[in-house]
């Protein structure tokens, strides 16, 4: 069976769950305490399997994966019969475009590990941290919004009524935004996606608060 | 004939260029001069391209692409005689992993809208910078490296004897690492792949001193 090493809060974690969960993949999690200890990550055990010390890592038999598009482009040949991309080549690039916006130019800027090291090598005090973290989820949305308005689409998810990848993604940035407060009235429309795909079962069994190791 | 906008020091635009090389793709250039006038990847006609107002983007036809690992897929798709990715579901999770260390939490951490707002809205000054820009290039470097021994890869390149998409990733990265002056001698596997890569000429002509808009 398919396991998951993840932690309850990762938003990079959070995206492999949507697309096992759509996709219908039975899976077991392996928690990965991000804080606990200086963080489990970091351990040589973990290491093993994902020399990066980053969740999530996806292991399949013999085959160990870290980095979340990594893993969700084999999911989508592994287990092609939910396909979480279109069918188009520019339709691809599109999806793909607009994961890259979230996984590339917003998450990596605002995760757990560069807002500790603004702190603790910076001293950037918490109220800077929040202008840090609002500035690059405001450029990304920006840009996520822009895209879906220049390719005239209106929801109800981010390729029309087909879920995919691009879902996958955005839903747990904006779950992490709440998280720090940050208003999503800027982005009408991803906050409308939001909405829709929240209300789907597949959504709801992966956010954070309804995983095994939820504090 | 595919169009790329792009920048002769951007590293992701970099990385473009040599994937296309690689495909013996001809395609004609329009740079996008990220300083001038407060950079044009702002003015509205790149923005009607690319709505990101980041570089690259890729024209083809009436299709237009940004974000570099979109475009790297949309060509492995395209143009697929001369493959940037292995056969085995597994070796192209490996190389997409490799690929993602460098685009997701390497180069936006370190580019120069980043290295911009640290100076211009938290008086970081230009020796912190250097030390923010030097400890995520050892963090990315040393999982990569990490990653290639995990596999038993020894060069010439990321994947043997094979080119892939992680070439294309990892020497516009090290390019940008000697500009900042970066030691390599940690990497020294890394360190030996660029000089393997850079031997070759479809590399030659896609570094950033022989762009036709370099200074």
């Not at 590339?104 to 109220?127: A, E, G, M, W, Y």
């Amino acid at each position: 069976m398919i396991k998951l090493y993840g932690y309850w809060r990762s938003t990079a974690a959070y995206r492999v769950r949507i697309a096992l969960n759509l996709k219908q993949v039975s899976y077991s999690q392996h928690s990965v305490h991000l804080v606990k200890d200086g963080g489990e990550q970091h351990s040589p055990g973990y290491r093993g399997i994902n020399p990066q010390g980053l969740v999530p890592a996806l292991v399949d038999g013999n085959t160990q994966i870290g980095q979340s598009l990594a893993i969700l482009e084999y999911l989508e040949e592994r287990y092609s019969k939910t396909p979480l991309l279109p069918s188009k080549l520019a339709d691809k690039a599109f999806i793909r475009q607009l994961c890259q916006i979230i996984a590339c130019d917003t998450h990596p800027l605002n995760n757990l590990r560069v807002l500790q090291f603004l702190s603790n090598d910076f001293n950037i005090k918490d109220s800077d941290k929040t202008k840090w973290y609002h500035h690059w989820l405001a450029l990304g949305f920006a840009a996520f919004e822009a895209l879906l308005k220049k390719q005239a689409i209106n929801g109800p998810y981010c390729f029309g009524t087909e879920l995919t990848m691009a879902d996958a993604c955005l839903i747990p940035q904006i779950y992490n935004a709440n998280r720090f407060d940050y208003p999503m009235e800027n982005h009408p429309l991803l906050a409308a996606i939001n909405e829709k795909c929240l209300k789907l079962t597949r959504f709801q069994d992966a956010i954070p608060e309804n995983q095994p190791d939820a504090v």
